[in-house]
């Protein structure tokens, strides 16, 4: 771990949602949060969450970028230019210790392991290795959290999703059709992933969010 790091991170509750309320069964200790198209706020709801986890959890929590996006959760945090993710998984020759990569959020309650610095090219996940590494982490943090590719934008979040205790699909409220997201949740499924839950981000109200909830 590289010690304390101090960020500017503000994070956005998504709306109409308590994302640990997905989270019954505390024995789902690793998590990947996906998309079924990019833009759906993925990052923000992984941030949520991983900061509600932190919250009422006793033990320490883990966020993890595999996005591979640009202006992803990394960039946004001013991480971009640190090893990570990709440098552990990919790089064959000088791979880091996943200690050193860790970062401190001093402003926060959790960690966070940003996307990384290996140009990975085409390279196709590794199953095995990320294995290995989620159990590694698994054994340091209560909960390890992951923000994922959206599942039209790259295979990794399928793969991820069969080596996790459950899945989260992010919709984004009247951009992302109902089709796509049935879609997309088919197709984890189908993958082997187990899907636990759904975040309805960015909902619009067409009255006081008040008189909404009190309906």
Not at 18 to 29: H, I, K, M, S, W
């Amino acid at each position: 771990m590289d010690g304390s790091t101090s960020r500017s991170l503000s994070i956005a509750t998504p709306s109409e949602t308590n994302l640990t309320a997905t989270v019954l069964d505390l024995e789902q200790r690793t998590l990947l949060l996906t998309a079924a198209n990019t833009g759906s706020g993925t990052s923000t709801s992984a941030l949520a969450f991983a900061s509600q986890l932190a919250l009422m959890s006793a033990g320490a929590v883990l966020l993890i970028d595999s996005s591979n996006s640009t202006g992803g959760l990394s960039q946004q945090l001013g991480l971009g230019k640190l090893r990570g993710y990709t440098d552990l998984l990919f790089d064959q020759d000088t791979p880091p210790l996943a200690q050193d990569c860790i970062v401190r959020l001093s402003d926060q309650l959790f960690d966070i392991l940003p996307g990384g610095t290996w140009k990975r090219g085409r390279a196709a996940l590794d199953p095995e290795r990320l294995r290995v590494l989620l159990h590694q982490l698994g054994g340091q943090y209560r909960f390890v959290v992951i923000d994922g590719e959206a599942i039209y934008a790259s295979a990794d979040s399928l793969v991820i999703g069969t080596l996790v205790d459950g899945v989260i699909l992010v919709v984004c409220a009247e951009e992302t059709r109902k089709e796509v997201a049935q879609a997309a949740a088919q197709r984890l499924t189908q993958a082997g992933a187990r899907l636990i839950g759904s975040v309805f981000n960015k909902r619009k109200y067409y009255m006081p969010k008040w008189l909404y909830n009190n309906l």
